[in-house]
């Protein structure tokens, strides 16, 4: 039996160590599959609407906080709660949190949110734009961006209630965690 589990383990230990065939993976791959075709200049722009720090690529629009609170009970409130704490999902609204120790202190971990958290504003209106809401992505119009941002800054203590935001006005709001990030110098020109 022994024999028998020995030339096993060998016939298996050889089989893992063969080496492959002579030709190489990529002497295998075709040079094209014969699908698809290259992106229209109009397919790429429509793609291409990621947002700056400094506010480069925000659309033209505006939107206040009430109708940024009436779009946020409709499409944003059911995954992160009436006021933006209670969840299920991400919290959008948080305290403050003087000594920025997220990563140090469990007790705080789950208080990051937009308010305490994000340095840049433009930073809120880009994600909103690309990735909300969670069942239909992308689906907002600019002018409905700029109100659910409007409504989530108002939320967290950071613009006024009868804010209304557009290009011009959202560069200018100053984060309060904007100074707690370090700015990555390779990224500039």
Known sequence: MRALAAAALAALVAACTAQPPASTAAESVP????????????????????????????PPGSGTVAEGERLYAAQCAVCHGATGVEGPWDRLVGDSVPDFRFGDDPSIS?????????????????????SMPH??????????????????LWRNGIVERD????????VAVRMPARDRFVPDSATRR
Request: aromatic share 12%; glycine share 10%; charged share 20%.
């Open 31 to 58: 040079d094209a599959f014969g699908f698809g075709r290259p992106a229209t200049a109009a397919e790429i722009r429509a793609l291409d609407v990621d947002v700056a720090p400094d506010g480069r690529g925000l």
């Open 110 to 130: 789950g208080r990051r949110a937009i308010g305490n958290y994000w340095p840049y504003a433009t930073t809120v209106f880009d994600y909103v734009r690309r």
């Open 135 to 152: 069942n239909q992505p992308g689906t907002l119009s600019d002018n409905e961006v700029y109100g659910v941002t409007a409504w989530i």
């Open 163 to 170: 804010a209304v935001l557009d290009s011009a006005s959202l």
